[in-house]
């Protein structure tokens, strides 16, 4: 199947939204090992998805946005907040990745986990990491994610695009257009956006980085 084929990511989301959320309900390890010690006064999720690792933020940060494509899983993500008592503390914003709706400067910790690797083409993805840095303040950290293929589903050695099913109750499967990275893809779009790579390493399957505004 054409990986393009699959229709946009805010369509795919928005019909697999809730079933979706049920099967996120904790903050990746990386991602809590990423915010020990830090803090700060606005905090960002960059593709929040159901609101888990807004969550986590909104323990380190006067305010932790959210921001997603899908209003299905904003709406999850609004409902975890209040469920959870987080919601004084975050606020959940339909955007795309590659034009955030936020103002320069504005951010002192993020996360941008498991959604770089939806969008196409690659200009987006660079974009959307120039994104990343235009909002970030001095000083400002974050961290970057995306699907390997060092994992072991994949035996490839070089970057590509593929789709992955989601399989709904009942059967119906979904499919979700991914850009699998290679490591060094994934340093290659670092290194041609406006981010500085403090650390990079590569965790069940996926690849990280730490990342500031190349200025900073």
Known sequence: MDPQSTGDPQSTYDRIAAHFSKTREYAWPEVESFLEGRSGTVALDVGCGNGRHTEALAARAEVAVGVDLSSGLLDEAAARARERGFADASAFVHGDAAALPVRDDAVDLAVYVATLHHL?????????????ARVLAPGGVALVSAWSTAHDRFDRDEGFDTTVDWTLPGGETVPRYYHIYSPAEFAADLSASALATRRSEISSGNCYAVVAPETA
């Open 120 to 132: 196409s083409p690659r200009a987006a993805r660079v974009e959307s990491l120039n994104e990343l």
